[in-house]
């Protein structure tokens, strides 16, 4: 089972450093480990709608005012996708406000390391060798080059997630429907 001390080692070892054992440790790299995993991770999944961190909830409100619905944010939620049944919402702080009894809430959830796919892990190890890069080796060519490489396999990794969704076909439009 894959943990975050593996990536940090991992990630640690692409750009020549000693890989940590534990975040616990008293060395620089685990220092950083421990401070920027939990920030570099949750960015790098609610950066993209990623299929296996997708998650549709029904919520149904927890309190009201003028009209409006107050619906509680779950707290894995890292990026909301779409509130469906409703056009006319807004989001303040750990609330949704909408005019209407319950709501389907599409997010993106905070994801547990183990629940990784691999061509996501592949990305997550890139992305902390770059935060990991300048502050333990001030080199800046071996920086450029994995962001480089972070760049490619993002791409990749974008399209292998979205190959994974089943798709009808065709092209639905109406002009077409009419000529043939």
């Given at each position: 089972?894959?943990t975050k001390?593996?990536?940090?080692?991992?990630?640690?070892?692409?750009?020549?450093?000693?890989?940590?054992?534990?975040?616990?440790?008293?060395?620089?790299?685990?220092?950083?480990?421990?401070?920027?995993?939990?920030?570099?991770?949750?960015?790098?999944?609610?950066?993209?709608?990623?299929?296996?961190?997708?998650?549709?909830?029904?919520?149904?409100?927890?309190?009201?005012?003028?009209?409006?619905?107050?619906?509680?944010?779950?707290?894995?939620?890292?990026?909301?996708?779409?509130?469906?049944?409703?056009?006319?919402?807004?989001?303040?702080?750990?609330?949704?406000?909408?005019?209407?009894?319950?709501?389907?809430?599409?997010?993106?959830?905070?994801?547990?390391?183990?629940?990784?796919?691999?061509?996501?892990?592949?990305?997550?190890?890139?992305?902390?060798?770059?935060?990991?890069?300048?502050?333990l080796t001030?080199?800046?060519?071996?920086?450029?080059?994995?962001?480089?490489?972070?760049?490619?396999?993002?791409?990749?990794?974008?399209?292998?997630?979205?190959?994974?969704?089943?798709?009808?076909?065709?092209?639905?439009?109406?002009?077409?429907?009419?000529?043939?």
């Open positions: 089972m894959l001390i593996d990536l940090c080692a991992q990630a640690l070892l692409k750009i020549g450093e000693k890989p940590i054992v534990s975040m616990s440790e008293e060395s620089v790299a685990a220092v950083m480990a421990h401070a920027i995993f939990p920030g570099v991770v949750d960015g790098l999944v609610a950066m993209h709608p990623w299929n296996f961190a997708r998650v549709s909830k029904r919520l149904i409100p927890v309190a009201g005012e003028d009209r409006k619905n107050c619906f509680l944010i779950p707290s894995d939620c890292l990026r909301i996708i779409s509130v469906d049944e409703t056009n006319n919402y807004e989001v303040m702080g750990a609330n949704i406000f909408a005019n209407t009894s319950s709501i389907n809430l599409n997010y993106i959830r905070r994801v547990d390391v183990s629940d990784y796919p691999p061509y996501f892990q592949s990305i997550a190890v890139l992305k902390l060798a770059c935060e990991f890069c300048l502050p001030e080199n800046y060519n071996l920086y450029r080059t994995l962001v480089s490489l972070f760049e490619a396999e993002l791409r990749q990794a974008k399209f292998i997630d979205s190959s994974q969704v089943s798709r009808d076909g065709g092209i639905h439009f109406s002009l077409l429907d009419v000529r043939y």
